[in-house]
């Protein structure tokens, strides 16, 4: 497992680990950012995705380090503006809103999605849905974490995924 690793709070309660210690400390989070960045080549992607609410924080620091812009996924109810959105059930078995400004991606538009902790998919699963919906395509996914189970796995099989994880 790779050191900073070391940084995420699994003493907590419910099904989620804290990773917010990690992002605290400048020189694991460059580190981080930096493995989560490495197996994607920056002049395939165009620009990079970030899920509400960590995924912002990921995927802007993936974009600086790639040089790419940045275009947030709300949750539902969030932008200001006319958008696509779709509803889905999260891990933890609740509906969810997720929304994606109207018009932000042009068709072919390439794109890394991020999270910062994929457990069932269903929430990467409705951002690729948006993305794919305004013709965008998912040239890859980033995450500190994807579960590895039955819900996870097409998402493993169709794309290719960077997670540092190792348990």
Request: aromatic share 8%; charged share 20%.
């Amino acid at each position: 497992m790779k050191n900073y690793l070391r940084l995420v709070d699994t003493h907590t309660t419910g099904r989620r680990y804290d990773v917010t210690p990690l992002f605290a400390d400048i020189a694991a989070f460059s580190e981080l950012v930096a493995d989560l960045a490495a197996p994607f080549d920056p002049a395939v992607i165009d620009l990079i995705i970030g899920i509400d609410a960590l995924g912002f924080i990921l995927g802007t620091a993936l974009a600086v380090r790639l040089g790419k812009g940045f275009i947030p996924i709300r949750k539902g109810g969030k932008l200001p503006v006319q958008t696509d959105h779709v509803e889905f059930i999260d891990y933890s078995g609740q509906p969810k809103t997720l929304e994606l400004r109207a018009g932000a991606l042009r068709p072919g538009t390439s794109v890394l999605l991020v999270d910062e902790w994929i457990e069932t998919g269903a929430q990467v699963k409705a951002a690729i849905g948006l993305v794919e919906h305004q013709g965008g395509i998912v040239a890859g996914i980033a995450a500190i974490n994807i579960d590895i189970n039955e819900k996870t796995r097409p998402i493993l099989e169709k794309y290719h995924c960077q997670t540092v994880w190792e348990e």
